[in-house]
């Protein structure tokens, strides 16, 4: 009930295109839903994120979808370009006496120049 | 201002041998945690700290101890390395309260033989 579950594992897109990365949970406590993108030999970093209040939150070529009733959330990288390959984690939180992050297995992401 | 740091980045261990990774934050945040990396697993929670003096399992504790030694120091201890144990490990903080954003160090590469 505590799982993330990420698709797809790796995911290829030319220059210019959309990339979608889809994410599931089970546990309704959950109540913050960050991504995250990781360079590599770095660690990761918020991208963006949502609560569950709101369907859907954009920032820039980022936009999150959120679907309260289906329990999904998914990633849009509109206009993809080559520096935004990296990998992506989702995560969902809950507080128990602080915030404990549950994580997606991670999408690794490439864009074609 | 460097955020969270590790130390050491890379370490090589052999079977049975015992070490201990060191984090630290000068983001005057109340919550740390400990994550370990592996391919296809995304990142897995083993140990956090809501505040000082106070520490709790993860999703994987098993094999690991820490250490919370002030608000800025968050100590993670392998007594008795097992090829298993073969992972990058991520050190974390948060302000307590936020639920916003997790920062990372960049990593602790382990390897045991």
């Known amino acids: 009930q505590q799982q993330v579950k990420q698709s797809p594992q790796s995911l290829i897109v030319q220059k210019g295109g959309i990339s979608i990365i889809n994410c599931a949970y089970e546990n309704t406590a959950f109540d913050y839903f960050p991504w995250y993108q990781q360079f590599p030999g770095k660690g990761p970093a918020l991208l963006i994120a949502?609560?569950?209040?709101?369907s859907e939150k954009k920032e820039g070529r980022f936009t999150i979808s959120f679907n309260k009733s289906a329990k999904q959330f998914s990633l849009h990288i509109m206009d993809s370009q080559p520096g935004d390959s990296a990998t992506y984690f989702c995560a969902a939180s809950i507080f128990s006496g602080t915030y404990k992050y549950i994580f997606g297995t991670g999408t690794r992401l490439k864009v074609l120049a | 201002n460097a955020g969270v740091t590790q130390t050491p980045k890379f370490q090589v261990l052999k079977t049975g041998q015992s070490m201990t990774l060191q984090c630290a934050q000068d983001?005057?945040?109340?919550?740390m945690y400990w994550y370990r990396q592996d391919p296809g697993m995304g990142l897995r929670l083993i140990y956090y700290?809501?505040?000082?003096?106070?520490?709790d399992k993860g999703e994987v504790p098993n094999g690991y101890n820490v250490s919370r030694l002030n608000k800025r120091e968050f100590s993670l201890r392998l007594e008795s390395a097992a090829p298993s144990q073969t992972s990058v490990y991520f050190c974390?903080?948060?302000?307590?309260?936020?639920?916003?954003?997790?920062?990372f160090g960049n990593g602790t590469r382990l390897t045991v033989t």
């Open positions: 700290s809501a505040s000082e003096g106070t520490t």
């Open positions: 974390a903080s948060s302000e307590t309260g936020t639920g916003e954003t997790l920062h």
């Open positions: 983001m005057n945040h109340n919550s």
């Open positions: 949502i609560r569950p209040d709101v």
